[in-house]
């Protein structure tokens, strides 16, 4: 999930107006590295992390071209279902000297329905409302490729834009930091340093990664120094029920819908109503920036048939809400940082329904809490929670990466980390959801 699109006036209209003299970009239907770097068969015979194909580019900003160098690989991965899969990531390139050894695995909050939309298409150059979020990422990146740290943003959805599949974030995550150490031109290798960054949906992969890399990639974990993300999503179910009604969040449950049923396999029509059904198809290719304060207070009930309104009536929805809530999931065993807003209230969230309390607009600080405290008893101690009081959801981006640029420096220069294990409040419970239908 992302920043919302009012946050960044100044920033798209800016982009609006570059999209304009610039015309509508170059595709990925039109670009032959997507339309033949994804064969079958050499996904078939290919290991995870495996290097199928790689170009270089400019790096792009809203189409105009900038001195930083992109290489651009497509690689062999797995999908949220354990199957093989290939995906793209881009490694962007400091113009200076570069940092021995190190690297930035940033991942991107472009939340979106659509392939189209992903970092390595707008990268590439390909101009559209929903790839201006990438182009405004731009002013997290800038300043880690100005401290010469080479840059990873990887297509963290996939190529079926498989929004907020959290397991398969992680996949792509890690098996981009393997193929971006197997091509040269990166000047990185298979013993490069890495740091992972990301917030809202980019802290779904980052701290998804941390979590799976010990058990799916221990090659990877032993080289990452750190995870730093804010504005955490941990238990959907309960996001689902804290944006119930909201004025700008709502919306996104119609994405989430969508996004799991394509994820998992999962027909969602028996149980949603006519207005649901209608809402739910007309997003199929939406972006984030599509559903934010479109849909003012729009609820559950308004997406299912009656007798579903109960979301734990959904058995289908209560199977995966409890596959991607990350209380499930190992603790991860590298140091971290996570940043929380907590004023909802700016958004148009209400921060006052029982067991959620306080949140951010969209990501939950009761959840998080309880999941970093959960990391600490089962003996990761390298855990430092930050708290922003009168911020929220889209504010708090921007203190968060003076954080995290703080965090990352001090593990690429080894000093100790710090943790505040013994300082965080209790949180919310993060037990699965028991669900109520047949």
């Not at 509508?24 to 290097?51: E, K, L």
């Not at 970092?119 to 990422?137: K, T």
């Not at 449950?253 to 006519?274: N, Q």
């Amino acid at each position: 999930m992302s920043l919302p699109a009012r946050c960044f006036a100044a920033a798209l209209i800016a982009a609006a107006m570059v999209m304009t003299s610039v015309g509508a970009g170059v595709t990925s239907a039109s670009d032959p590295f997507y339309a033949s770097g994804h064969g079958v068969a050499a996904v078939a015979n290919a290991q995870p992390g495996d290097v199928l194909r790689t170009r270089t580019v400019s790096y792009r900003i809203t189409g105009v071209p900038t001195a930083v160098t992109a290489v651009q690989i497509v690689y062999r991965t797995t999908d949220v279902k354990g199957r093989p899969t290939s995906n793209v990531t881009s490694v962007l390139k400091p113009t200076g000297p570069a940092r021995a050894g190190a690297a930035v695995s940033y991942q991107s909050f472009y939340d979106s329905l659509d392939p189209e939309h992903s970092p390595s298409r707008s990268v590439a150059g390909s101009v559209s409302f929903g790839g201006l979020i990438n182009n405004m990422e731009s002013v997290f990146l800038i300043p880690l490729l100005a401290r010469g740290y080479p840059v990873i943003v990887t297509d963290t959805e996939g190529q079926r834009a498989n929004f907020a599949a959290g397991p398969e974030y992680a996949y792509n995550t890690i098996d981009a930091i393997r193929a971006a150490g197997r091509v040269s031109s990166t000047g990185l290798s298979d013993t490069t340093r890495v740091a992972l960054y990301g917030y809202s949906g980019g802290a779904i992969a980052t701290n998804w990664a941390a979590a799976l890399a010990p058990r799916y990639a221990p090659d990877v974990n032993r080289r990452l120094v750190g995870a730093t993300s804010g504005g955490l999503l941990v238990a959907p179910a309960s996001n689902l029920t804290y944006v119930d009604g909201s004025l700008g969040w709502s919306g996104v449950a119609v994405m989430a819908i969508a996004g799991l049923g394509r994820s998992y396999d999962i027909d969602f029509r028996p149980y949603l109503s006519e207005r649901g059904r209608q809402l739910v198809g007309s997003i199929q290719r939406a972006s984030i920036a599509d559903v934010l304060f479109r849909y003012p207070g729009l609820r559950w009930s308004d997406l299912v048939l009656p007798k579903y309104a109960d979301p734990r009536s959904v058995q289908p929805f209560v199977d995966v809400a409890n596959r991607i809530n990350l209380g499930s999931q190992p603790t991860p065993t590298i140091p971290l940082q996570v940043a929380q807003a907590l004023n909802g209230w700016l958004e148009g969230t209400a921060g006052n329904k029982p067991s959620i309390d306080s949140g951010d607009g969209v990501m939950i600080a009761g959840d998080v809490r309880s999941l970093l405290r959960q990391y600490c008893a089962s003996g990761n101690r390298s855990v430092q929670y930050i708290e922003y009081p009168v911020l929220s959801h889209s504010i708090a981006a921007l203190p968060a990466e003076a954080e995290a640029i703080k965090f990352i420096e001090d593990r690429f220069a080894g000093r100790k980390p710090l943790s505040t294990c013994g300082n965080i409040a209790p949180g919310n419970s993060l037990a699965p959801l028991v669900g109520t239908g047949k």
